[in-house]
Nanobody, 117 residues
Framework: QVQLVESGGGLVQPGGSLRLSCAAS????????MGWYRQAPGSQRELVAA???????DYVDSVKGRFTISRDNDKNTVYLQMNSLKSEDTAVYYC???????????WGQGTQVTVFS
């Protein structure tokens, strides 16, 4: 069992920055790919960024160059640094831990990010 707790969401103006954190607890965490997803009202949940325990990263095209995902394996925490935020980044952001080898998939409760002018 893995528990995920997100923090760091909030209100920000366009062009601003926020950093999301996801604290994970549980066993075999290094087997999990950690990801950030988001879901805007009326839209499907989409993968924003993901990182393996070895540090390999992937991003959706719309955030490349603006968002950075990182992972501290000692602290069992994943971060999403979001810069140059746009109104279209407004969504609930969810932390995800997925381990195909274990057939396990866990979600955090979500944190709201609102970019407004």
């Amino acid at each position: 069992q893995v528990q995920l707790v997100e923090s760091g969401g909030g209100l920000v103006q366009p062009g601003g920055s926020l950093r999301l954190s996801c604290a994970a607890s549980g066993s075999l965490l290094t087997l999990y790919v950690m990801g950030w997803y988001r879901q805007a009202p009326g839209s499907q949940r989409e993968l924003v960024a993901a990182i393996t325990s070895g540090g390999s990263k992937d991003y959706v095209d719309s955030v490349k160059g603006r968002f950075t995902i990182s992972r501290d394996n000692d602290k069992n925490t994943v971060y999403l640094q979001m810069n140059s935020l746009k109104s279209e980044d407004t969504a609930v952001y969810y932390c995800n831990a997925a381990a195909a080898v274990l057939n396990r998939d866990y979600w955090g409760q979500g944190t709201q990010v609102t970019v407004f002018s």
